[in-house]
């Protein structure tokens, strides 16, 4: 549902998930963090990678100029938050040499996934110019977000030892 440089009615296609690729390989340390969402967990993962001997990779969400955040880029760090919360971005961490090697420190979404979207350019453009492709892609992308998570859910138990 964002707007693109080559997707000006909105991006359809979902994101490729480099997480869930470098985890395949079972041999890779790999976080999702967001600083302004809980640094606790974002400096957990940071150690845990660096303690790792091997291959590390931490994902960190990170707002940018170009998502013209309302407010500007002061607020990221509440933006990172409500990103998380709502579902938009989970947080996990996937270490090799744990037993239990995948932890999601995500809560279940708390909702206002719409109202986290309207607050960036990036989405909130496609209302006024496309408002029914806008409503409906906006949708599809909650849908993703939902099951995402529930995957998330199901990942923690396939790598239960």
């Not at 480099?18 to 302004?36: K, P, R, T």
């Amino acid at each position: 549902g964002q707007v693109a440089q080559f997707a000006a009615a909105g991006k359809e296609t979902k994101k490729k998930s480099l997480a869930e690729i470098a985890m395949s390989y079972g041999y890779i340390y790999v976080a999702q963090v967001a600083m302004g969402a809980n640094q606790a967990q974002t400096l957990k993962a940071i150690a845990e990678a660096e303690a790792y001997h091997g291959p590390s990779l931490i994902i960190g969400y990170a707002p940018c100029e170009m998502h013209s955040i309302k407010g500007g880029m002061m607020h990221c760090q509440e933006e990172m938050k409500k990103a998380v919360d709502c579902g938009y971005w989970n947080l996990f961490r996937y270490n090799p040499a744990e037993e239990n090697s995948f932890t999601l420190d995500s809560k279940e979404p708390k909702g206002g996934y719409r109202d986290f979207l309207m607050n960036e350019a990036r989405y909130s453009r496609l209302t006024r110019e496309f408002p029914d492709r806008a409503g409906e892609l906006f949708e599809r992308n909650e849908e993703s977000a939902k099951a995402r998570y529930e995957h998330l859910l199901k990942l923690v138990e396939m790598y239960k030892d």
